[in-house]
Antibody
Framework: QLQLQESGPGLVKPSETLSLTCTVS??????????WGWIRQPPGKGLEWIGS???????YYNPSLKSRVTISVDTSKNQFSLKLSSVTAADTAVYYC????????????WGQGTTVTVSS | EIVLTQSPGTLSLSPGERATLSCRAS???????LAWYQQKPGQAPRLLIY???SRATGIPDRFSGSGSGTDFTLTISRLEPEDFAVYYC??????????FGQGTKVEIK
């Protein structure tokens, strides 16, 4: 069964780039899922989709974040990553990596989440 | 952009009671690409329902989903103590590709 684990700095300075990695275990990132993605949740608030990368290599981003987001896959490390540039305090959140067997099937595997605080 | 509105914001019920949660979309959701998630404090969300009415693997049959078009419902037939949590609906669309409702909290009365 697939498992996901987020990693990365817990504190990022304003205007810098937030970089997170999601390590996939229990299967190959090259063949195990339909898409890989990132979701975030600001403190005390709801869930926000950040973006997804599909098995085909296509990427889709939330229009509200598109100019600042990059999602990529590293098959050699069985990982995928998130980069969010020019962060502000509004980017403080718990960041989750997710995967799914298909758009119809919902996001059925989630990482435990990692808290990122943007502060000087 | 499709906006999902969940109601009520908070549902206060007792164990054993029936919970009915609503998710209304501002436009028709294509092919019932509608999912429901449960989130407990300090935990990641868990997929409950996909395709509007199909239970995810390992989800008890007291959870059921229904609806189509713009109106969807999550029903918990008899609340167990572990069911008190926040529930989110989610839809697949064009842009943004995925959106979530704001959540409904089911709390112990």
């Amino acid at each position: 069964q697939l498992q996901l684990q987020e990693s990365g700095p817990g504190l990022v300075k304003p205007s810098e780039t937030l970089s997170l990695t999601c390590t996939v275990s229990g299967g190959s990132i090259s063949s195990s899922s339909y898409y890989w993605g990132w979701i975030r949740q600001p403190p005390g608030k709801g869930l926000e989709w950040i973006g997804s990368i599909y098995y085909s290599g296509s990427t889709y981003y939330n229009p509200s974040l598109k100019s600042r987001v990059t999602i990529s896959v590293d098959t050699s490390k069985n990982q995928f990553s998130l980069k969010l540039s020019s962060v502000t305090a509004a980017d403080t959140a718990v960041y989750y990596c997710v995967t799914s067997g298909g758009d119809y099937y919902g996001m059925d595997v989630w990482g435990q989440g990692t808290t990122v605080t943007v502060s000087s | 952009e499709i906006v999902l509105t969940q109601s009520p914001g908070t549902l206060s019920l007792s164990p054993g009671e029936r919970a009915t949660l609503s998710c209304r979309a501002s436009q028709s959701v294509s092919s019932s690409y509608l999912a429901w998630y449960q989130q407990k404090p300090g935990q990641a969300p868990r997929l409950l329902i996909y395709g509007a009415s199909s239970r995810a693997t390992g989800i008890p049959d007291r959870f059921s989903g229904s609806g189509s078009g713009t109106d969807f419902t999550l029903t918990i037939s008899r609340l167990e103590p572990e069911d008190f949590a926040v529930y989110y609906c989610q839809q697949y669309g064009s842009s943004p590709r995925w959106t979530f409702g704001q959540g409904t909290k089911v709390e112990i009365k």
